[in-house]
């Protein structure tokens, strides 16, 4: 299993950016996938997550309404796209699916400043 993160970088509060997750190793189509992120000093957090098939969606209640999971299963890929960005989303955004055990990415950064 391997998944690859991409898309993370600095930007404005208000600003935007959209994240990639590629996997690869196993049937992505078949998995549930997920965005966390950890900020320096915090525990990782769960931030969304989208069905194996994408009809079914769930966010922390601090992104809620700014930020969207989708993934295109024929790419092996999952994004993140992140809206209304807030100093407080500052953080290491990983990509993971658990198959048996949890697999996570290198992580992508994502610094919301001005």
């Known amino acids: 299993v391997q998944l690859v993160e991409s898309g993370g970088g600095l930007v404005q509060p208000g600003g935007s950016l959209r994240l990639s997750c590629a996997a690869s190793g196993f049937t992505f189509s078949s998995y549930y996938m997920s965005w966390y992120r950890q900020a320096p000093g915090k525990e990782r957090e769960l931030v969304a997550g989208i069905s194996s098939v994408g009809g079914r969606t769930t966010y922390a209640a601090s992104v809620k309404g700014r930020f969207t999971i989708s993934r295109d299963n024929a790419e092996n890929t999952v994004y993140l796209q992140m809206n209304s960005l807030k100093p407080e989303d500052t953080a290491m955004y990983y990509c993971?699916?658990?198959?048996?055990?949890?697999?996570w990415g290198q992580g992508t950064q994502v610094t919301v400043s001005s």
């Open positions: 993971n699916v658990f198959r048996v055990v949890a697999y």
